[in-house]
């Protein structure tokens, strides 16, 4: 009898171990459980100005993964804000110049996003280059 109770209580402190292992999502991974959140994320890198949506329900704003692209996707729709002015700027004074910068901007607007999306679609946390380091959600 003594071995049985031995075994339960190790399965539970095995199982225990496992549940805390899970509740705390890591920084940079994959993260396993989240792919009901995965369209928000997803859309946010297609439309950032909508990265605000999954943070709108209560169910879904204090999740790790949830708010962790929604982050990443402000800071998009801060460098495609910052890119238009750039252009506006540079397009007023040097009109051919502000064109091709404006043009190489939305190339690596572009790949940024879809390094985020992909990213979301396959469940992990991970920043985007050069940008994604810059945290404005907490």
Do not use: C, W
Request: glycine fraction near 4%; proline fraction near 5%.
């Amino acid at each position: 009898m003594e071995p049985n109770i031995n075994t339960e209580q190790s399965k539970q402190t095995d199982s225990e171990a496992s549940t805390t292992e899970h509740t705390t999502a890591p920084e940079v991974g994959t993260v396993s459980g989240v792919e009901q959140y995965r369209t928000f994320a997803i859309l946010g890198y297609i439309l950032p100005f909508l990265f605000f949506l999954p943070l709108l329900d209560d169910k879904t704003k204090n999740v790790p993964y949830v708010r962790f692209h929604a982050n990443q996707q402000l800071v998009l729709l801060v460098v495609v804000v910052a890119a238009s002015i750039l252009h506006n700027f540079l397009f007023v004074m040097l009109m051919s110049l502000g064109y091709m910068v404006y043009q190489v901007l939305n190339l690596v607007i572009l790949a940024l996003a879809v390094f985020g999306a992909y990213n979301a679609y396959h469940d992990r946390m991970k920043p985007l280059p050069f940008v994604g380091q810059f945290q404005i959600l907490r």
